[in-house]
């Protein structure tokens, strides 16, 4: 896969249909804002629910986690293809955390996701990458790292794609709709990858 293909705008992780789904009163403005991100943040409409909501800040903290890792294979990887890929995933998630963040506040609402469980129960709980984990791949070097790295991606980008079948019917916002299909169809295609490295 080349690498202008995974930096194809998408989204991922955790999208629970439990979260409250009762229509919010619209903002005033539509989300069109760049900010100074250096990025054209496209606008959204302001029609959401709490789906929408839960789903955005769920993908902000999931994208959070990814970026961990990203970060420690451009510094730990020993193949080219691997480092690639970890530069593909990092910019782009690093430009959905902008637009995700942007039409939250758009919306008057918070960038953060509630960490009490009992919000959680309908939904599964509260998906991650543990710190456990993130921690292990720190520590791993060489060989090791690589193959440490793209078991623990390839199940992080796999729950984001599982996980965005929840918005596509319990969403109301269609841009958000929208980039939970593009992030399923982008982190398949990354696990696609990533498996066939392994095999590699």
Do not use: Y
């Amino acid at each position: 896969m080349k690498l202008r293909s995974l930096l194809t705008v998408a989204l991922a992780a955790v999208l629970l249909a439990g979260c409250g789904d009762a229509p919010k009163t619209p903002a005033p403005n539509g989300t069109d804002a760049k900010e100074g991100t250096g990025i054209a943040i496209p606008a959204a409409a302001t029609v959401h629910n709490g789906t929408d909501v839960m789903f955005l800040q769920m993908m902000i903290t999931h994208h959070g986690q990814g970026l961990e890792m990203t970060k420690l294979a451009a510094q730990k990887a020993t193949r080219p293809e691997i480092k690639q890929l970890a530069a593909a995933i990092d910019l782009t998630q690093s430009e959905e955390i902008k637009i995700m963040s942007a039409w939250l506040k758009g919306w008057n609402e918070g960038t953060a996701v509630s960490h009490d469980m009992s919000a959680h129960t309908d939904h599964g709980g509260l998906p991650a990458t543990g710190p456990e984990e993130i921690a292990a791949l720190g520590k791993a070097s060489g060989a090791d790292f690589d193959r440490t790295f793209l078991a623990l991606m390839s199940g992080h980008q796999g729950a984001a794609a599982e996980l965005t079948n929840l918005v596509s019917t319990g969403g109301q916002n269609p841009e958000t709709k929208e980039l939970a299909r593009r992030i399923k169809e982008s982190r398949q295609a990354q696990v696609a990858q990533m498996i066939s490295l392994m095999n590699g």
